[in-house]
């Protein structure tokens, strides 16, 4: 069993929901980064690592300023992973690859399952590949027994459903809303109705992210999802402390008061 499938049993076993950070990777450099993995770490059922890229489509502008920040930096995908490498000899939770389609298949597919096994990641979720066009990278992380994470959302119809059922692994990406990510005030009801109508096709647990930024929606949403996701709210913390030499400190303040646990 992997670290995410054991992740997740383990959760199911003890009675409780799952809490999942992302973080860009390089914002607002790698050392940072890699400080920052294992802060989450405690809190943190599996973490998202962000691979910047410079047209992030689907990312709100908080998360935009991230990898715009980090794409400074002129670092490339094997320093993301040298970064994970080195966080992973001092932490157990998974560790999942966040990335546009461009910059994994620039590195090479292949190249990006061996490396991202080598470095101790355990899973990748593609924000722009469709399950009608990843057989190729499917199959080559299946290959390192790497997870696919696919993402759903409320305009998925059943078919939809139905077709990332039969490719996804690890676990299932709901999205709360339509559109981008970024803090809102409250989420979508049609997160909650999503997530009934997954639980049809697939036994895989099931996150819920985009728009979930407080104490008050992290427990709404546990109420019916497996995990919760928090990014941008995440990386906004990390922006309004940008240069401080306490950064860790703040996020893991932060975590503590929407997660609830210290």
């Not at 993301?80 to 966080?87: C, G, H, R």
């Not at 339509?178 to 049609?190: K, L, Q």
């Not at 909650?192 to 985009?210: D, Q, W």
Request: net charge negative.
């Amino acid at each position: 069993m992997g670290r995410i499938a054991n992740a997740f049993t383990t959760l199911k076993r003890d009675g409780k929901k799952g809490f999942i950070p992302y973080i860009t990777a390089g914002d607002p450099d790698l050392a940072t980064t890699e400080q920052l993995l294992v802060t989450l770490a405690p809190y943190a059922t599996l973490i998202e690592l962000g691979v910047p890229f410079s047209d992030p489509m689907a990312d709100g502008p908080v998360i935009q300023r991230a990898s715009e920040r980090a794409l400074k930096n002129n670092f490339g995908l094997q320093d993301i992973l040298d970064t994970a490498a080195q966080a992973r000899k001092k932490i157990e939770t998974p560790i999942i690859l966040f990335s546009y389609y461009n910059p994994l298949l620039q590195f090479g597919l292949n190249r990006v399952a061996q490396a991202a096994k080598n470095a101790g990641v355990d899973g990748v979720l593609v924000t722009d590949l469709t399950p009608e066009e990843s057989g190729e990278f499917e199959a080559e992380l299946r290959a390192h027994d790497l997870d696919m994470i696919f993402l759903i959302a409320p305009t998925s119809t059943d078919e939809r459903l139905k077709l990332v059922a039969d490719h996804a692994s690890g676990f299932i990406y709901a999205v709360s809303r339509a559109g981008v990510t970024g803090t809102r005030d409250s989420v979508s009801a049609e997160a909650e109705k999503l997530v009934n109508r997954m639980r049809k096709f697939s036994s895989l647990p099931i996150a819920v992210g985009f728009g979930i930024s407080n104490a008050q929606q992290v427990a709404d949403v546990s109420r019916y999802a497996d995990a919760v996701v928090v990014g941008s709210a995440i990386v906004a913390e990390m922006e309004q402390n940008e240069g401080k030499p306490e950064l860790a400190r703040h996020i893991s303040e932060f975590l503590s008061r929407i997660t609830g646990f210290s």
